[in-house]
């Protein structure tokens, strides 16, 4: 018998919401009973119509808003929650001792660094703020039946830093809605970024690397896509002489499978990853990507990884210039799809997560044998 699964969102937008929809969406595919509580999904709502409650929590310390969603939860009556994004998590963490929890912990806050994350010696620690936002995650994680991290990186971060046991750590890749392969037919020509305009994602790292003269061929053009507090200044650093007219800004898209088939090849050039959808998105459209090498990126890729270092501007311009260069990226490309399939696919992440759900629902309990009853004393 399937289970009842409920996920917890908080976002309309974001990573964490569209891997909720392409995995609870393939889970009903599946014949699984599914209901999404939280915001109407900017992208992809129409896909878990009828499945959807709208109930909000509408900052940090709504806590009435925490109760409402659990309140909603319970009148379900599912047999296991999954919680989706940081706020989610402490939401549902209130069910734990009704009902199996699993949270999904997908990022840690923007100003954790890469040599910070990965244990290094010296590296320098977050702000305060941040530590108490990772001290919280940490509770979280021991309060919950499970925390599924789509990277092993962020499975070892969670162990070593924030001391979570190993055994409440699951290793599940993202579901993702992958697009038809369509890979290059022939020189990288037209580069796209695809994120979350803020200062982590690397966007004016990557207009520096493309302004050193030779970098980038008179042909080439580079699209972004997406918005958010860093736009303006890289408007501004796209207007310099070596990229006057040669980039464009989209902004916040809904439509970033089409547009990734409409490219060469996706440029991520990030300070600080898990992984990122994008990427399995441009895996399984057949294009080339070259991206920086953190948290899980360099396992997504595998042996088509093309990576620079976090913030080297010169080591993205020599993978850019690599990669325009390349004659047969087509290649690549197809491999890519073909691991995306095999990884990322809906259908693939839903038994994955249905296999844990049903370890963590507790079995029904047996009905105590009937009472004999003792033969009457003769009289």
Do not use: C
């Not at 009556?77 to 912990?105: F, I, K, M, S």
């Not at 305060?128 to 070892?156: E, I, N």
Request: positive net charge; charged residues 25%.
């Amino acid at each position: 018998m399937s289970p009842r699964v409920a996920f917890v969102l908080t976002q309309d937008s974001g990573g964490p919401v569209d891997v909720t929809v392409a995995l609870a969406a393939a889970l009903v595919e599946a014949g699984v009973e599914v209901r999404v509580f939280g915001p109407e999904p900017r992208r992809g709502a129409e896909r878990i119509a009828g499945r959807h409650e709208d109930v909000v929590v509408a900052r940090k310390g709504d806590v009435r808003g925490a109760r409402r969603v659990r309140a909603a939860v319970r009148a379900w009556r599912p047999d296991v929650v999954h919680a989706q994004d940081r706020r989610a998590g402490l939401v549902a963490a209130g069910l734990r001792r009704e009902l199996p929890v699993v949270h999904t912990y997908h990022g840690v806050p923007d100003d954790v660094t890469e040599p910070w994350f990965r244990g290094r010696t010296g590296a320098p620690p977050p702000s305060a703020y941040t530590r108490t936002v990772l001290a919280a995650d940490a509770v979280v994680a021991r309060l919950v039946a499970r925390t599924v991290v789509p990277a092993d990186a962020m499975g070892a971060f969670l162990r070593r830093r924030l001391r979570v046991p190993a055994d409440r750590v699951v290793h599940l890749d993202n579901a993702v809605e992958l697009p038809d392969p369509a890979p290059p037919s022939g020189a990288v020509r037209r580069l796209v970024f695809v994120g979350l305009l803020v200062e982590r994602k690397g966007l004016r790292t990557l207009l520096d690397a493309l302004a050193i003269p030779g970098t980038m061929p008179p042909d080439a053009t580079l699209t972004v896509v997406g918005d958010g507090p860093e736009r303006a200044a890289a408007e501004r650093s796209a207007t310099r002489r070596e990229l006057a007219g040669r980039v464009r800004f989209l902004g916040f898209r809904t439509d970033v499978p089409r547009l990734l088939r409409e490219h060469d090849a996706l440029v991520l050039p990030s300070t600080m990853e898990q992984q990122p959808l994008v990427v399995a998105e441009a895996m399984a459209a057949g294009k080339p990507v070259l991206a920086t090498e953190t948290g899980g990126v360099a396992d997504m890729l595998g042996a088509h990884a093309r990576l620079a270092a976090p913030g080297d501007v010169a080591g993205l311009a020599a993978g850019l210039r690599e990669l325009f260069a390349e004659p047969d990226p087509g290649r690549a490309g197809r491999l890519l799809a073909a691991a995306a399939r095999e990884r990322f696919a809906p259908e693939v992440s839903a038994r994955r997560h249905l296999a844990l759900y049903r370890r963590l629902i507790p079995a029904p309990a047996s009905p105590a044998p009937p009472r004999r009853r003792r033969p009457a004393r003769p009289g």
